[in-house]
């Protein structure tokens, strides 16, 4: 190893002593030509980063004695780089210079220049460019760029399709290749078929004969009925093509077979399968009769639950659930015996659990949140009292740290993180519940008294969603609830919003796909399994598919998509 340390540095010493020799014109073997501009450099260097200039300089076909050669259709600055790069291994990637640099650089197969093209153009990546870096990529075979791009496209397709000016550039291929996509990411198949019509619309005389081949690729079926007869049966060009007809019947006949039975409730048909969802609700752990080692993930899309359960799964109840970068922690709870501060968390990807740090109190009940990628862990109760201390735990030392304590002792509260604050609101002080909240600014590590809500609540629900603060259902102490009331930090008030359908506390909440989902609880007489969403743009609550078992005092978390998302979700 020493030897060889040796040996590298002598190279990278080295290295100077050529570029210097290159620069002064001495020793050199070899004149490079581009736009009549003359650069002179050293064959033997040249052949150390390139198979090209190998080629190029002991082909049979070269003339013997051979001293210069031309680079038609390469700028002389982009040679100049080139050269530099040779010797130096360095090379400036701009925006003004990547195209050139990676189109010279793919031609004389310096696969150096083409990976440092590839990684500035991969850290420019964003909805107003990602189609024609996917152009590119396909260009010069990056694929890891192609990847990156193409998925930027399926998780953000509503944006990139509305808004993107090169979308209308897409070929048919290209197109039909990322709306056929399980994970393409839309709620709602209106917008795919709008895509299209854009698409179309840009050149309609060359594409609208396309329809019939992009149509089918939309699951129409999954469409409300009127929506589809008004505007996929009696668009223009969907009339005009007779190879829609059938499609449009095929369309027909599933929408009155769901109406009539389950008969394609397998998601076969393609038509009807659901597209996968872009992040997981999971349920972890809880209360029912006896506890319950489950985590169960509610696929959004398919409005199905799935039992992903390992052999190994060691949730609590009691206890509180948060996702940091890949891993759900869950915190905390009741081990079915004592109060416990023990922490374990779980890989979404290896689905393998991991005991990390414990807190320094045990806590049941803790508020929990994140900001900036730490957690917060506060109040709950120990084997002896309600706590009002407060702890932050840093994943990437492993370490917990004590931060000011809040100004109320409190369990059975819900906390949340809104423009990187954090709310406590509500729960109980061992005496009587409270309405009151706190803020916690993670910046000057200070707690601020809030209004309070108008309601008094323990055992209830807090999230964010759509820029304010939700209190959901709970407890008073005397009823059990299903009144709601969000919180505007604008105005520093609560208003009313229109209750769940279900009373309901103790139970699990979380914002997916854009909607605010409520799943379990307990009534005042029983536990139960019933799921609701609430939608901010209707003011209305939705009826969800019910959860596989009645359950309380589990706790929620949101995963955002996974490489293998479709462990999790219903089966397509």
Not at 311 to 333: A, L, M, Q, W
Not at 458 to 474: P, Q
Not at 478 to 500: C, F, G, I, K
Request: a negative charge.
């Amino acid at each position: 190893m020493m030897a060889y340390d040796m040996e590298r540095e002598m190279m990278s010493l080295a290295f100077p002593v050529f570029n210097k020799l290159r620069l002064a014109g001495q020793m050199c073997d070899v004149v490079l030509v581009a736009n009549n501009v003359k650069f002179e450099a050293h064959r033997i260097i040249l052949c150390g980063c390139s198979s090209y200039f190998q080629a190029l300089f002991n082909s049979s076909w070269n003339v013997l004695g051979k001293r210069e050669y031309k680079f038609p259709g390469v700028s002389p600055d982009t040679l100049r780089q080139i050269i530099e790069y040779a010797y130096t291994y360095s090379v400036l990637v701009t925006a003004d210079n990547v195209e050139s640099l990676l189109a010279a650089a793919d031609q004389l197969n310096i696969l150096g220049i083409v990976q440092r093209c590839s990684g500035f153009l991969h850290d420019q990546l964003c909805t107003e460019n990602c189609i024609g870096l996917l152009k590119i990529a396909d260009v010069y075979c990056l694929r890891e760029l192609h990847k990156s791009a193409f998925n930027l496209i399926l998780r953000n397709f509503k944006e990139v399709a509305i808004t993107s000016e090169e979308f209308p550039d897409l070929t048919l291929h290209e197109l039909s290749e990322i709306i056929e996509k399980d994970e393409l990411n839309v709620r709602e198949e209106g917008v795919v078929f709008e895509a299209i019509l854009r698409w179309i619309m840009h050149e309609p005389a060359n594409r609208k004969a396309h329809i019939s081949v992009l149509l089918p690729k939309v699951r129409m079926a999954r469409m409300d009925p009127e929506f589809f007869m008004r505007t996929i049966k009696k668009n223009h060009f969907v009339k005009a093509n007779v190879a829609c007809r059938p499609i449009i019947e095929d369309v027909l006949k599933t929408m009155y077979d769901l109406d009539d039975g389950p008969a394609c409730s397998d998601f076969a048909n393609p038509l009807i399968r659901p597209r996968l969802p872009s992040e997981m609700l999971l349920a972890v752990g809880g209360w029912s009769r006896h506890r319950l080692n489950r985590i169960n993930a509610y696929d959004t899309r398919a409005d199905r639950w799935v039992d992903v359960t390992q052999e190994d799964d060691k949730p609590n109840s009691c206890h509180g659930t948060v996702y940091v970068n890949g891993y759900v922690y869950c915190i905390g709870g009741y081990d079915g015996t004592h109060t416990v501060n023990t922490v374990h968390r779980f890989n979404t990807i290896t689905r393998a659990w991991q005991q990390v740090a414990p807190m320094h109190s045990c806590r049941c009940y803790p508020s929990v949140t994140v900001v900036d990628g730490h957690i917060y862990a506060m109040g709950g109760r120990d084997d002896f009292m309600r706590l009002n201390s407060a702890e932050r735990y840093d994943p990437a030392t492993n370490e917990w740290t004590l931060i000011r304590p809040m100004q109320e002792r409190r369990n059975c509260a819900g906390a949340t993180t809104l423009n990187g604050k954090i709310y406590v609101c509500g729960g109980f002080t061992g005496a009587e519940p409270v309405s009151a909240v706190e803020c916690y600014d993670p910046l000057t590590g200070e707690w601020t008294t809030i209004a309070p809500m108008s309601s008094p609540r323990y055992g209830h629900g807090v999230v964010a969603y759509k820029g304010r603060i939700y209190a959901v259902g709970g407890t008073d102490g005397s009823q059990y609830l299903r009144s709601v009331e969000a919180y505007d930090p604008t105005t520093n008030s609560w208003h009313t919003v229109a209750p769940m359908s279900t009373i309901r506390s103790y139970f699990g909440i979380a914002v997916v796909d854009d909607q605010l989902f409520v799943l379990g609880g307990y009534d005042g007489l029983g536990v139960n399994k019933k799921v609701e969403c609430y939608d901010a743009e209707t003011g209305s609550w939705y009826h969800a598919q019910d959860m596989i078992a009645a359950n309380d005092t589990f706790s929620c978390c949101v995963v955002p998509a996974l490489p293998r998302i479709v462990q999790y979700a219903s089966p397509r």
